[in-house]
């Protein structure tokens, strides 16, 4: 009987120090959940660059094959016209604001109506 009772207390030991490997120890159900969780981070990382390189490698393939987008990135960026063409601005309108008369006026010297807009700077 005694001899039972020492292997089931073997048997016991061992089972509790698998199960804390099992939960804690190195290469533990924590450790894979963490390496798991960088994994997908960087497939998600992965994915992004993958779109990011697909667009370039477009852009690159439409440079290198016609006109059309050279003369698009030369309007856009560096705001050339053609030969014969005429240019226009559209400048969207300045916001404008109520002067606060006190605040202003030691500022100013010169007191305007209040219900006047003066444009901001």
């Given at each position: ?29 924590r ?59 559209v ?7 109520l ?23």
């Amino acid at each position: 009987m005694r001899g039972l009772r020492i292997v089931l207390v073997v048997l016991l030991a061992l089972l509790a120090w698998l199960q804390y490997r099992l939960w804690f120890g190195s290469g533990g159900t924590r450790q894979v959940a963490a390496l798991q969780e960088r994994v997908e981070q960087q497939r998600r990382q992965n994915d992004g660059l993958r779109h990011r390189n697909e667009a370039l490698a477009a852009e690159v393939a439409d440079l290198k094959s016609g006109e059309a987008a050279i003369e698009e990135r030369a309007r856009s960026e560096l705001g050339m016209i053609k030969p014969g063409e005429t240019f226009y601005r559209v400048v969207d309108r300045v916001p404008v604001r109520l002067v606060d008369p006190g605040r202003d006026a030691a500022r100013a010297g010169d007191v305007p109506p209040a219900d006047r807009p003066v444009p901001t700077p």
